[in-house]
Protein backbone atom coordinates (compact mmCIF):
# COMPACT_ATOMS: atom_id res chain seq x y z
CA UNK A 1 0.00 0.00 0.00
CA UNK A 2 2.80 2.40 0.97
CA UNK A 3 4.77 1.66 -2.22
CA UNK A 4 2.14 1.96 -4.35
CA UNK A 5 0.78 5.51 -2.88
CA UNK A 6 4.59 6.79 -3.29
CA UNK A 7 5.10 5.74 -6.51
CA UNK A 8 1.88 7.46 -7.29
CA UNK A 9 2.95 10.68 -5.66
CA UNK A 10 6.43 9.98 -6.74
CA UNK A 11 6.19 12.89 -9.98
CA UNK A 12 4.74 15.46 -7.47
CA UNK A 13 6.90 14.89 -5.24
CA UNK A 14 10.10 15.31 -6.75
CA UNK A 15 8.50 18.56 -8.64
CA UNK A 16 7.49 19.86 -5.37
CA UNK A 17 11.08 19.11 -3.21
CA UNK A 18 12.87 20.72 -6.83
CA UNK A 19 11.27 23.71 -6.56
CA UNK A 20 11.44 24.24 -3.16
CA UNK A 21 15.04 23.50 -2.44
CA UNK A 22 15.91 24.45 -5.93
CA UNK A 23 18.39 21.98 -7.11
CA UNK A 24 17.40 18.95 -8.93
CA UNK A 25 19.76 16.61 -7.43
CA UNK A 26 18.83 17.56 -4.02
CA UNK A 27 15.59 17.06 -4.88
CA UNK A 28 15.99 13.33 -5.71
CA UNK A 29 17.97 12.92 -2.48
CA UNK A 30 15.72 14.50 -0.83
CA UNK A 31 12.95 12.37 -2.51
CA UNK A 32 14.76 9.27 -1.26
CA UNK A 33 15.38 10.44 1.85
CA UNK A 34 11.68 11.22 2.06
CA UNK A 35 10.81 7.17 1.17
CA UNK A 36 13.27 5.80 3.90
CA UNK A 37 11.49 7.85 6.20
CA UNK A 38 7.87 6.59 5.24
CA UNK A 39 9.41 3.09 4.92
CA UNK A 40 10.73 3.04 8.91
CA UNK A 41 7.09 3.74 9.73
CA UNK A 42 4.81 1.90 7.47
CA UNK A 43 3.49 -0.03 10.72
CA UNK A 44 1.53 3.87 11.21
CA UNK A 45 -0.04 3.71 7.67
CA UNK A 46 -3.19 1.34 8.83
CA UNK A 47 -3.55 4.43 11.58
CA UNK A 48 -2.99 7.20 8.89
CA UNK A 49 -6.21 8.53 7.23
CA UNK A 50 -5.08 10.71 4.59
CA UNK A 51 -2.04 8.90 3.26
CA UNK A 52 -1.10 11.54 0.36
CA UNK A 53 -0.94 14.39 3.32
CA UNK A 54 1.37 12.34 5.63
CA UNK A 55 3.53 12.07 2.99
CA UNK A 56 3.91 15.07 1.73
CA UNK A 57 4.05 16.96 5.14
CA UNK A 58 7.83 13.92 5.52
CA UNK A 59 8.43 15.27 2.05
CA UNK A 60 8.05 18.93 3.27
CA UNK A 61 9.84 18.52 6.24
CA UNK A 62 13.00 16.52 4.60
CA UNK A 63 12.88 19.13 1.91
CA UNK A 64 13.12 22.18 4.60
CA UNK A 65 16.07 20.18 6.03
CA UNK A 66 18.10 20.01 2.89
CA UNK A 67 17.26 23.59 1.85
CA UNK A 68 18.75 24.52 5.25
CA UNK A 69 21.91 22.02 4.38
CA UNK A 70 22.11 23.46 1.11
CA UNK A 71 21.95 26.85 2.15
CA UNK A 72 24.68 26.47 5.04
CA UNK A 73 27.03 25.03 2.03
CA UNK A 74 25.92 27.82 -0.48
CA UNK A 75 25.66 25.45 -2.71
CA UNK A 76 24.25 26.76 -6.33
CA UNK A 77 21.66 24.77 -8.41
CA UNK A 78 23.19 22.62 -11.26
CA UNK A 79 22.09 24.41 -14.87
CA UNK A 80 18.82 22.94 -16.23
CA UNK A 81 19.37 20.04 -18.37
CA UNK A 82 17.56 21.14 -22.03
CA UNK A 83 17.10 17.67 -22.06
CA UNK A 84 14.34 17.32 -19.59
CA UNK A 85 12.83 20.23 -21.26
CA UNK A 86 9.55 19.49 -23.67
CA UNK A 87 9.75 21.17 -26.73
CA UNK A 88 6.63 21.63 -28.52
CA UNK A 89 8.39 21.92 -32.28
CA UNK A 90 7.97 25.32 -32.55
CA UNK A 91 11.62 25.45 -33.44
CA UNK A 92 14.67 26.97 -31.08
CA UNK A 93 13.24 30.73 -30.50
CA UNK A 94 10.18 28.96 -29.05
CA UNK A 95 12.59 26.97 -26.42
CA UNK A 96 14.52 29.49 -25.51
CA UNK A 97 12.18 31.84 -24.83
CA UNK A 98 10.05 28.55 -22.98
CA UNK A 99 13.01 28.56 -21.00
CA UNK A 100 13.35 32.21 -20.28
CA UNK A 101 9.57 31.93 -18.97
CA UNK A 102 10.52 29.07 -16.39
CA UNK A 103 13.69 30.38 -14.94
CA UNK A 104 11.71 33.91 -14.10
CA UNK A 105 8.81 31.53 -12.64
CA UNK A 106 11.12 29.17 -10.69
CA UNK A 107 13.20 32.35 -9.10
CA UNK A 108 9.50 34.45 -8.33
CA UNK A 109 8.70 31.10 -6.52
CA UNK A 110 11.92 30.90 -4.57
CA UNK A 111 11.69 34.51 -4.22
CA UNK A 112 8.14 33.63 -1.91
CA UNK A 113 8.52 33.79 2.23
CA UNK A 114 9.04 29.99 3.19
CA UNK A 115 5.44 29.95 4.26
CA UNK A 116 4.19 31.03 1.41
CA UNK A 117 6.45 28.82 -0.69
CA UNK A 118 5.28 25.56 0.72
CA UNK A 119 1.59 26.26 0.58
CA UNK A 120 1.52 27.28 -3.77
CA UNK A 121 4.00 24.22 -3.85
CA UNK A 122 1.97 21.83 -2.10
CA UNK A 123 -1.27 23.28 -3.92
CA UNK A 124 0.22 23.41 -7.28
CA UNK A 125 2.57 20.67 -7.46
CA UNK A 126 1.09 18.00 -4.79
CA UNK A 127 -2.56 18.62 -5.86
CA UNK A 128 -3.83 19.30 -2.29
CA UNK A 129 -6.50 20.49 -0.97
CA UNK A 130 -6.64 23.27 0.92
CA UNK A 131 -7.39 20.69 3.95
CA UNK A 132 -5.19 18.25 3.23
CA UNK A 133 -2.18 21.53 3.40
CA UNK A 134 -3.79 22.36 6.27
CA UNK A 135 -3.04 18.78 7.64
CA UNK A 136 -0.16 18.42 5.87
CA UNK A 137 1.31 21.60 7.45
CA UNK A 138 -0.21 22.11 10.70
CA UNK A 139 -2.23 25.10 10.50
CA UNK A 140 -5.74 26.47 9.91
CA UNK A 141 -7.12 26.21 6.53
CA UNK A 142 -7.79 29.79 6.66
CA UNK A 143 -4.00 30.51 7.38
CA UNK A 144 -3.26 28.63 4.18
CA UNK A 145 -5.67 30.19 2.37
CA UNK A 146 -4.20 33.63 3.18
CA UNK A 147 -0.74 32.22 2.29
CA UNK A 148 -2.13 30.88 -1.28
CA UNK A 149 -3.35 34.64 -1.84
CA UNK A 150 -0.50 36.15 -0.77
CA UNK A 151 1.91 33.99 -2.33
CA UNK A 152 -0.25 34.92 -5.73
CA UNK A 153 0.04 38.06 -4.95
CA UNK A 154 3.55 38.23 -4.80
CA UNK A 155 4.12 35.82 -7.90
CA UNK A 156 1.44 38.47 -10.02
CA UNK A 157 3.94 41.31 -8.49
CA UNK A 158 7.44 39.86 -9.15
CA UNK A 159 5.88 38.55 -12.79
CA UNK A 160 4.82 41.68 -13.83
CA UNK A 161 7.74 43.57 -12.86
CA UNK A 162 9.77 41.35 -15.64
CA UNK A 163 7.47 42.47 -18.39
Not at 58 to 63: F, H, M, P, V, W
Not at 77 to 99: I, K, Q, S, W
Not at 145 to 152: I, S
Amino acid sequence: MLEEAFSCYQPELLGMLYHFIGNFEDARDALQETFIKCWKHRDQVVEISNLKAWIFRIALNTGRDMRQTAWRRRKRPLPEDPGTLATGGEGPEHEVEHREQLSLIRQAVRRLRSEEQEVFLLRQNAQLTYEQIADTVGIPTGTVKTRMRLALIHLREALAQTE
